[in-house]
């Protein structure tokens, strides 16, 4: 019996050990998917010239992210004047939604970078769970803070986080 819980530990220890995880201070993992025109973009094409990037997971049926991305797209203007932020939003819906993606997004007039991950690759890689899903990346392409979920005023901390990013500041502090 002890043989058999050691080894299931290992086993799962194991598997744990494989998974790819971001943490803090981690660069973006290369993952080939589309934009939002259908073409190839590679994610380690994900830059901004040494400014702040977001990146945030949202898909069709989550009402939680077209709350924040409808959030982040009201105060997107004043986020690049301050920061010079860039944000891309990684849709996360199948291939069989994919079509709904840009009408819906050019109805709802967002701005940012739009991608496509209809397949969960970038979703994986970056060790999403739940959506919505944020990652804040600093002007090395580092992780510096991440979150899940949405709630009314997330935007006007993730812009603290950002003017702090953007001063060469740790966000963390």
């Not at 019996?1 to 050691?6: E, G, Q, R, S």
């Not at 973009?41 to 380690?44: A, G, I, K, V, Y």
């Given at each position: ?6 080894l299931?530990?290992l086993v799962v220890?194991g ?7 971001v ?5 973006i993992p290369?993952v080939?998917i ?6 190839s973009?590679?994610?380690?094409d ?5 400014k702040?990037?977001?990146i ?11 709350l ?16 010079g ?5 990684v ?23 739009m991608?496509?991950d ?8 970056m ?8 990652f804040?990346?600093?002007g090395?392409g580092?992780v510096?803070?991440?979150h ?10 993730i812009f603290?986080?950002l003017k702090?990013i953007a001063?060469?500041?740790?966000p963390?502090e």
């Open positions: 019996m002890k043989k058999l819980f050691l299931t530990f220890f598997m744990a050990a494989m998974a790819q995880e943490n803090p201070g981690a660069k290369s080939t589309k934009n939002i025109d259908g073409n973009f590679n994610t380690q994900i830059s901004n010239d040494g702040p990037i977001i945030s997971f949202w898909a069709l049926w989550c009402k939680p992210c077209k924040e991305m409808d959030a982040y797209n009201e105060n997107y203007p004043e986020w690049v004047e301050e920061t932020v860039k944000i891309y939003a849709s996360i819906d199948d291939a069989r939604s994919t079509a709904k993606v840009l009408p819906f997004v050019s109805g709802k007039g967002w701005t940012m970078e991608l496509l209809p397949n969960s690759d970038f979703k994986r890689a060790s999403v769970n739940m959506i919505p899903h944020t804040i990346l600093n090395n580092e510096v803070y991440q899940t979920s949405y709630y009314e005023g997330l935007e006007d901390e603290e986080i702090k001063a060469g500041e740790d963390n």
